[in-house]
């Protein structure tokens, strides 16, 4: 007894075969008469390139198509396949229904569009079977199970005890607190200046080299400043 699913196999089954004979009958139709519309527009003398011409048009819908189909398997959307397949099938029911001419009934006008039209109807109604056939795939019931991770291993590491205290050393409390050094006194350049001027006036007056206080007396500087101009001066 036939199931369900099998007559909607078949069902799809005879629908693909349909499609790719409607898809290559209306492909041919379409590029006979391109290879026509050719050789009326400057390629009669070469049947070749009459013949070739219509595959720079009709070769964009093949490759977009194949990548929409690779693109369908994959279950994504390649707009760059979508937009060369538009792209040439705009252009080849455009060629074919302005290869008929001027001033022709508007059924010639038809019977041009119809074979590049149907060529584009049928290769949808193909994806939207290879879309359904896709999205219609079970699911695995039995995944694969998650591996857990590996546990991070700490090493114990325990506290090396602290070296005793040597018994020959005094005590930290016991230490002299070291003094700390003087902070070193910068001197103006002029103010330097000027103490020179005075320390040589007072030694071509006294004989005697001027000393910090008198220095210090003089300029009315701190005694630090004093002792620093003092030192620079000897």
């Known amino acids: 007894m036939m199931t369900k699913q099998d007559a909607e196999r078949i069902a799809i089954l005879t629908a693909g075969v349909v499609i790719l004979a409607l898809t290559a009958a209306a492909f041919w139709l379409s590029y006979a008469h391109l290879a026509d519309v050719a050789k009326t527009n400057g390629l009669a003398t070469s049947t070749a390139r009459m013949w070739a011409w ?24 390649d707009w760059w396949a979508v937009a060369l397949t538009v792209a040439g099938s705009t252009g080849s029911i455009g060629l074919n229904v302005a290869g008929v001419g001027a001033g022709q009934p508007p059924l010639h006008y038809v019977v041009a569009a119809v074979p590049p039209a149907a060529a584009l109807l049928a290769f949808g ?73 005075l320390a040589d006036t007072h030694h071509a007056t006294t004989g005697r080299p001027i000393d910090a206080d008198t220095l210090r007396a003089r300029l009315g500087v701190p005694a630090a400043l004093a002792s620093s101009i003092t030192a620079q001066l000897t």
């Open 54 to 77: 219509p595959a720079t048009l009709d070769l964009f819908i093949v490759a977009g198509e194949v990548l929409m189909f690779r693109a369908a398997l994959r279950k994504v959307t």
């Open 125 to 197: 109604a193909l994806m939207r079977q290879v879309h359904h056939l896709v999205g219609d795939q079970p699911t695995d019931p039995h995944p694969a199970p998650d591996v857990p991770a590996p546990a991070k291993v700490t090493l114990d590491r325990t506290p090396e005890p602290a070296p005793a205290p040597d018994a020959t050393s005094a005590p930290a409390a016991e230490l002299p607190a070291a003094k700390p050094a003087p902070a070193a006194v910068s001197v103006p350049p002029a103010l330097l200046d000027h103490a020179r001027k």
